[in-house]
């Protein structure tokens, strides 16, 4: 069994050979380990101290292109070479190596597809009593979306089974670390979390520039991804707003009527048809973008069936899985 670790780099000369330091050279169960970062349009040198260290592959972007497009171009990296399971960590040394064992174990043993890290976030001594605030309360809305019970949904120490890396597919270009999690719940992977341990701060995060945008550009993350993947029922409580609003107001005009004073009230009714309307036309919304998911899951399983093609050799026509 193969196992890759991933990398993300974007300017980590100062902290990637720390990083690389501490990942397992072995791991019961595994067979080989190898490594490989994600250079993301880093003008220092950071390829120069992966090479120097010895990582075994290296995916260049000419300029920045996000975490997303990182990640997703790392993950089809380790596919090609071979990879039984992928595990992404950060090159600031946020994270433990020792436990990436943790995280490979359920995997290894059959038991889950997907593994998050969860971070012990209210003893960190870095993270402020906002972002921890935040930290929870982002990862209680993705255990909403997602339905599932990952309590450290922002985790970026995950690791992923070469079944479910096939499937994986990240449409945003801010962050992979919420939608994957949407995407593992509602297509019913095998998700779990272990807990996990982090270092202290090497440098500050570079996914955000301020709380107020990391809050807004997850919450829009979190709203499409489950829009991607429960549009009907997305759509319909979305409607379902203003159509109730249109009926109470109508139901008013109805009893100002019955009493004989539904002549001065006319604007309510006309108000009533338009918010019922308006509900109407975003469930009609639902049902096309339901179609249209079912759609993408129809895309999906090509993707996956030529992933398989080109990585494991198995033809899109055999039905096996």
Known sequence: MKLIIQIPCLNEAETLEIALNDLPKHIDGIDE????????????????????????YIVS?????????GFMAGIDACLKNGADIIVNTDADNQYCGEDI??????????????????????DTEHFSPLKKKLQHFGSYVVRKA?????PDAP?????????????????????????????AGRSAWAITS???????????????????AYVKRSMITIIRAYMMYR???????????????????????????????????VQSLIFASTLMLLGFMTFIVGLQADVIANNRKILEDIQYRIRKSEYDGVSVFDEKE
Request: no cysteine; charged share 20%; net charge positive.
């Open 155 to 183: 985790s970026g120490f995950r690791a992923f089974s070469r079944e479910a890396a096939m499937h994986i597919n990240v449409m945003n270009n801010y962050t992979y670390t919420l939608e994957t999690i949407v995407q």
């Open 146 to 150: 997602s339905q599932t019970d990952i």
């Open 231 to 265: 549009p009907l029922t997305f759509f319909s409580v979305l409607g379902l707003i203003p159509f109730t609003g249109g009926f109470l107001i109508g139901l008013r005009f109805l009893i100002f009527w019955l009493r004989g004073a539904g002549g001065g009230h």
């Open 33 to 56: 380990i190898e490594y490989l970062i994600v250079n993301d349009g880093s003008v220092d040198n950071t390829v120069e101290v992966a090479k120097n260290w010895g990582v075994n």
């Open 194 to 212: 272990v807990p996990i341990r982090t270092n202290g701060e090497l440098r500050k995060s570079r996914l955000f520039h301020s709380m107020g």
């Open 61 to 69: 972007f000419k300029r920045n292109k996000g975490l997303a497009k």
């Open 101 to 122: 064992e943790k995280l490979v174990r359920p995997i290894i043993e059959g038991k889950a597809d997907v593994v998050i890290g969860e971070r012990p976030i209210d």
